[in-house]
């Protein structure tokens, strides 16, 4: 499957702790895109990678998460001292760095903190 | 700043009957538009995007969509729908800076899909 695969598929954290998620996007994608997605909602923006680099970051994306892709292939998103409202879906998307394309989605880590 | 709205949470059709969701968005230039399906705890798959050119677009699954700008709209249809078809829809419309940066999306708040036999 050449898809852009997430993991863990779910999470079950108790507040306070920390958790980090992995995404490895399509291969030749050089674009890597993280979003979050509450009950009921869209999916909301998070950041964004162009290789290596970290070019964009939402409001939404407080001091407790930090989002890396050191090798500009797969990336980790890490969530410290996890509060009850980080419960959400967590979506990483790629696409390729040329005009006309859309970001292909992986499954999703589902995060619940207790 | 850019919105999309999908003024329908919830619709529910007959298995059969034809299909209409709606998409309203609100951006200052010509806009990259998509919808996308997600079943529930999975990710959202893609079902068709407009860029340029012709304002009637098609997508998978027998879904087409069109590209209105007099009214800010890009609403999904479907003739005949299939219980299968059940799921969550959602519109969304992509940012571009230099005309590249595609994945950068701003969703609306999804429609629910149910399908009754």
């Known amino acids: 499957d050449t898809g852009v695969s997430q993991n863990p598929r779910h999470k079950i954290t108790k507040r306070g702790q920390n958790v980090t998620f992995r995404c490895d996007p399509i291969s030749e994608h050089n674009r890597l895109y993280w979003y979050r997605q509450t009950l009921g909602q869209g999916p909301e923006f998070l950041t964004y990678f162009q290789n290596e680099a970290q070019l964009e970051k939402s409001r939404l994306l407080s001091d407790r998460f930090s989002a890396e892709r050191p090798k500009g292939s797969f990336s980790t998103l890490e969530i410290q001292r996890t509060e009850q409202g980080d419960s959400a879906m967590y979506l990483c998307a790629s696409s390729p760095d040329r005009r006309n394309t859309e970001a292909f989605f992986g499954q999703g880590t589902r995060l619940t903190v207790v | 700043a850019q919105s999309v709205t999908q003024p329908d949470i919830h619709i529910t059709v007959s298995e059969g009957a034809s299909l209409e969701l709606r998409c309203n968005y609100s951006y200052g230039a010509t806009p990259y538009l998509f919808w996308y399906v997600q079943s529930p705890g999975q990710g959202l798959q893609l079902l068709l995007k407009?860029?340029?050119?012709?304002?009637l677009v098609q997508g998978i699954k027998g879904f087409e969509a069109e590209f209105k700008r007099s009214q800010s709209s890009f609403n999904l249809r479907k003739p005949s729908v299939h219980w299968s078809d059940a799921a969550e829809y959602f519109c969304a419309v992509g940012l571009g800076s230099g005309g590249t940066s595609y994945g950068k999306l701003t969703f609306g708040q999804g429609t629910i899909l149910t399908v009754h036999p």
């Open positions: 407009y860029f340029s050119g012709d304002t």
